[in-house]
Each structure stands twice: as C-alpha cells, then as structure tokens.
C-alpha cells in the first residue's frame, strides 16, 4: 500500500516486532538459558596446575585458577613467585553432562565429589577469593577452620567480605574458606575495618590458632 496509511502500517508492524524480541528477551527460558554454569573443583596432578588449567581452555571449558605472591630464596637472592593458592586444586565452571569431558582432560584427576555425588562450589565463596587476591592486600593458604566468630568489612577494598575473624600475635587475619576442598586463605586487615557478622559463632580460635603464629 502507497501513501500515509501504507507508512502507518510498516511502523505498527515493526513495533510488533520489537515488542517480540523484548518478549523472548524476558522469557523465563531465555533467563534459565544465560545463567551461569556452576563451579565445581578439580584434583589435579602436583605442580600441573597451569598445564590444567590451559587444557581445559583448549576444550572451551572456563576455567579458574588463584594464584598468591610470595618471596622465596633462590640462591643468593630472593624471588617474587606466583603460586597456586590450593595446591592440587583448581575450579572449573560446566554442566554435569560435560563430567566425562572434565575427566579426561590431561593433568585433571578427578572432580571434587560429595560422595559419589557432583557438588558444585559455592559461586559466594568463589568471589570472596577472587575479591581478596583483586584486593592487593597480602594474602597466603591457610589451614581449613571449621568454627570461630564471623565478621564483616565494613570498609576498605575488601568492604562487604565476610570470613572468619582470627589474632595470631598482634595481627588480625579474615579467613575465608572454600567448604568443599577444606582450605582457607587468610588475608590481613585493620582491625577498625571489622565488625561482627549477623552469622557470628559463639567460640573464638584464637586460642586453638596460636600455632600458625
């Protein structure tokens, strides 16, 4: 159709597409479809870990590894070196019908199981790791803690990260652990920074923790 009404009806009919595609946007399938895969851990081969990590790459698997700063000796001087904060360890995010395709992936193990049952990380814990190695505070493994008094930060670069609250001496560390693998990572803060946690637990470990000093 010609003239003003045959204009009136291509910009309708364009309008009823675009309300479409807003439509498909917003369906609950479409929302399901773009969520994401969730975390799960590795065991991997010892001192493998980036040779893991690269394979599962190679696959077009998304894969994470945390990696620390510390100094060692190297003959007469001393070394700046990035090293995994799990040892043997490393996440991966995919969907239980990859698990074979995980598997047999060069260096990998085995995946981190509940039994003999897929249990995936915690997307929560897997932030508060990366939160803190993105914070460029000091941070270092640490042993597994099962109970103690939660806190949060309430300011800083680490400001909303919640962990356990822990003296050794005169400083104050927040551990934050991945329940799964049953390790922790410690990270230093000021004491002025934290506050305790709605999640607080009755016992401190201070006391149980005076080894690691």
Known sequence: MKGSGGTHIAVAVSEVHSAAAVTAVRSPSAEVHLAPLPWFALRVRPQQERSALLALRNKGLHGYLP???TRRRWSDRYKELQLPLFPGYLFCRFSPLDRLRVETTPSV??????????EPVSDSEIAAVQSMLASGLPATPYPYLKDGDF????????QGLEG?????????R???SVTLLQRSVAVEVDRETIAPSSRLRPR??????????
């Open 67 to 69: 990696l620390y700063r």
């Open 204 to 213: 401190p470990l201070t006391s149980a923790l005076s080894a690691y000093g």
């Open 109 to 118: 193990l085995y995946i981190v199981t509940w039994g003999h049952r897929l």
């Open 151 to 158: 806190v949060y930060i309430h300011r800083g670069p680490l």
């Open 174 to 176: 927040v551990v934050v």
């Open 164 to 172: 356990i609250l822990v003296q050794v001496k005169s400083i104050w």
